[in-house]
């Protein structure tokens, strides 16, 4: 499989469009769930306000970190 491949395909669309959705890690996506009950909740990354779905902001908390911070994280992880 070309999983490094995939990623870096992402990670250039991403950096080309900031809108781009990509292709992994979005299953739980709360704007993809309909009917879930969205949170405002600030990225403990970047700062930014983000909506969540409450379970995760209630899960989270104060460590909640957005997608866009979480993937750039995974990605530096890898990089190490
Ligand atoms: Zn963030």
């Known amino acids: 499989m070309s999983q490094k491949k995939d990623r870096e ?3 250039a669309l991403r950096h080309q469009n ?3 959705k990509g292709f992994r890690g979005y299953e739980n996506d709360p704007s993809k769930t309909g009917n879930t009950p969205l949170v405002a909740v600030n990225c403990s990354v970047c700062g930014k306000k983000r909506n969540v779905a409450v379970g995760i902001a209630e899960e989270k ?3 909640y970190v957005c997608i866009t911070c979480e993937a750039e994280r995974e990605s530096a992880a890898s990089k190490a």
């Open 9 to 11: 395909r992402f990670l």
């Open 61 to 63: 908390g104060d460590n």
């Open 18 to 20: 900031p809108d781009y």
